[in-house]
Structure formats: structure tokens, C-alpha cells
């Protein structure tokens, strides 16, 4: 059997140092904000190149955390893909703002910057720029638009650890941007984390007070803040993991190049890039109209799969005030994509039977 992913044998690598970590901070009976969240917020900063990295509980409080630093709320309008995760409009909503959804492009399967224009309102305050499955958006032209109507941009960094868009890590290509450090990311806590990078002094500071209850100094507060920190555990082992992170990136970039070269089959579309380090392949999405034959198929050999999304926000139940929306591109990706196995553990056998056993599937 080929597991979609085994987290197991991921952090299993790094064991004898996870064990030295935990004895480490038994003996020092400091749990929430002491030196190893110093530490790895210190080296996060250096690793994306930004002034600041903070450490939260999870990436969608990362998100929702510098929505609300900057201070918008109902009647404010947010400029979000159409095709992501949950969280990140989740983020918006929960601020009392209005997610404005834009598709993405079908090639890239990130938001397409020819199309946010037409969605601006003078509510517009921000654009958040996903970057799904490890791919890097086209920064450039969104940071452009951002520029000329005076938005913020707030990066969904969630899938994209240590990507390099033209010469810059993702992280540190916006205003300020939202990381999840959950178990199953490219860089993945044993636990729920989450992080935020800015070269915004003002805003960090202020992402750190919300973080931790509105307050600036013990017992004062000057927002009505939440509790959202990062303990000393998870930022201890996420500073182990940091060091193999680069790693780890080229190991999925070497396995994508393997399935992109050698999986040759007329039903199956594959995912693309113009720029190698601008992925870091978190999701291998594959497009197929046989979706659900393929995926019999490849349970009967043993290989599991996964579907990043089945089914978009703006069909979800809770966002039932959108139902009526139609994005054509969104719905097309959500009805058509199948994520294969991608992690820095798979064997050189294990994708080369992937693809193989994809070669042999005839609709
Ligand atoms: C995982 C993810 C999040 C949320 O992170 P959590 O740590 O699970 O809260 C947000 N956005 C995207 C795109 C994600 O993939």
C-alpha cells in the first residue's frame, strides 16, 4: 500500500532530536512564550527574509488575526480566490468582512490578477493572494493592483513554505502574511500552529497583542484580543524541521518532475509550472473527467488518494448567502482534480509505481 501521506515516517526522521526538545522543556517548566518560540520565530524571519515572524495556534488565526490588526470589518470587502480552502475566506468572514471571490486561472490554479479589477469597489481593503497547492501567485500583477487602488496584501502562505518567487520567499511578498504549521504541510507541527511574517513593525506588534488577549504588557490591554499562541513544544519541534525544510521542497520538486516527465496518459491533465522554485508542490493535482473510475482504480492497486477541494466555499452550506454565484473554472478544478501521493518520504519505487499504474488506467 501506497499511504496518501505517512506523517509517521516524516517526523520519524527527526525523533532522537524531537526527544532531546521535550526533555529540554520538562526540565525547564516553560511551556507558552519562552525561548524556543523565540527562537523559531527568529529563524522563520530569517528564513523567509522578513523583519518579523510571530508565532499563533493555527494558521487560520493567522489569517484572521492580521485581518483584524489591520482593523477591517462589516462593510469592508476582501478580494479572495474562489477556488481555496475554506480557512481563507473563513478568515474574512470571521472579521465581519465580505469575501469577494475571483477565479483562478485554470493553468496555474491561483487566482487570476486579470480578473480582480472588475471586482474593486471603493469598500475593496484587501486582496488575498492563496498560493494553493505551493505555487507561488503571479505577485507581480497582483502586488500592481494592490498598489494602484491602495490595498492591502495579505498572503495565504498555508501551502507554501519556502517557495521563491522571482528571487523572494513567499512569506515576504506582500504586506503580511498567514502560515499553518499543521502536521500535514510542507513545514508541520505535531500539534495545530500557525505563524505570521510582515516587514510591518507596526502590525507585528500589533498581530502579538491581539494574539495574546489584546494586550500589550501583562494585565493591559488595548484590543479586545483573542488567545492564539504558539507553545514552546510545537515551535520547538518546527525548529527542528525548519532545517530540513529546503530539503524536503526539492525532494517533492524531484518527485513532481518525475510524475510531470513520465506520466503519459490522455485522460489525465497535469499541473504546470513556469518557474521551479516558485513550487514547492505541497498537492500533486492531477485533472481527470474519470475521477471517480481513476480513483477505484488506483484503490484497487493499493495507492491512496486525496481530493483537494470536492466541493468549493461558495457551495458550501455555510456560506449559503453565495449559492447563487457561479465560477465556471472553480467548479470545473473542484469536479475534476485528484491529489496523488506527494511527500519527501516517498521512494523512488513508490513514484515510479504511481506512475505507472496511472499509465495503465484506460477510462
Ligand atoms: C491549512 C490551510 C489553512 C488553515 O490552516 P490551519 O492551521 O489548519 O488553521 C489556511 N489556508 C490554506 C490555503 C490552508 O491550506
Not at 119 to 130: D, G, H, P
Not at 183 to 209: F, R
Request: glycine share 6%.
Amino acid at each position: 500500500m501506497i499511504p496518501f501521506l505517512d506523517l509517521h515516517k516524516i517526523n520519524e526522521r527527526f525523533r532522537s532530536q524531537f526527544d532531546a526538545k521535550v526533555k529540554e522543556i520538562l526540565d525547564s517548566g516553560w511551556y507558552l512564550q519562552g525561548k524556543q518560540n523565540d527562537s523559531f520565530c527568529e529563524h522563520f524571519a530569517a528564513f523567509c527574509g522578513t523583519d518579523y515572524s510571530l508565532g499563533v495556534a493555527n494558521g487560520l488565526d493567522a489569517l484572521r488575526i492580521i485581518i483584524k490588526a489591520y482593523g477591517f470589518g462589516v462593510g469592508d470587502e476582501i478580494i479572495v480566490p474562489a477556488n481555496t480552502f475554506i480557512a481563507t475566506v473563513l478568515a474574512v468572514s470571521d472579521n465581519g468582512c465580505t469575501p469577494v471571490f475571483v477565479e483562478p486561472d485554470i493553468n496555474t490554479y491561483t487566482i487570476n490578477p486579470s480578473l480582480i479589477k472588475e471586482k474593486l469597489t471603493s469598500r475593496t481593503k484587501a486582496i488575498m493572494a492563496v498560493h494553493l497547492y505551493g505555487q507561488a501567485c503571479q505577485m507581480d500583477e497582483i502586488n500592481a493592483i494592490a498598489k494602484k487602488y491602495n490595498l492591502k496584501v495579505i498572503e495565504d502562505a498555508a501551502q507554501a513554505h519556502g517557495a521563491i518567487y522571482k528571487g523572494k520567499r513567499v512569506g515576504n511578498l506582500g504586506d503580511a502574511a498567514g502560515f499553518s504549521f499543521y502536521p500535514g504541510k510542507n513545514l508541520g507541527a505535531l500539534g495545530d500552529a500557525g505563524g505570521i511574517t510582515t516587514n510591518d513593525k507596526d502590525l507585528y506588534e500589533k498581530c502579538k497583542a491581539i494574539a495574546n488577549y489584546g494586550s500589550d504588557y501583562k494585565y493591559h490591554h488595548i484590543y479586545k484580543g483573542l488567545n492564539s499562541r504558539l507553545d514552546e513544544m510545537q515551535a520547538a519541534f518546527l525548529d527542528v524541521k525548519l532545517g530540513s525544510l529546503d530539503e524536503d521542497n526539492n525532494r517533492r520538486r524531484e518527485i513532481s518532475k518525475y510524475y510531470r516527465d513520465n506520466i503519459k496518459n490522455p485522460n489525465i491533465i497535469l499541473p504546470s509550472t513556469e518557474d521551479e522554485l516558485s513550487h514547492v508542490w505541497h498537492i500533486f493535482a492531477i485533472r481527470t473527467s474519470n475521477r471517480e473510475e481513476l480513483i477505484k482504480y488506483l484503490n484497487g492497486t493499493g495507492i491512496q488518494t486525496n481530493i483537494h477541494y470536492p466541493t468549493p466555499p461558495h457551495k458550501q452550506l455555510a456560506y449559503n448567502e453565495f449559492k447563487e454565484q457561479s465560477y465556471p473554472i472553480t467548479e470545473e478544478i473542484h469536479n475534476t482534480v485528484l491529489s496523488l501521493p506527494m511527500s519527501p518520504v516517498l521512494s523512488n519505487r513508490d513514484v515510479k509505481e504511481i506512475a505507472d499504474i496511472l499509465n495503465s488506467f484506460k477510462n
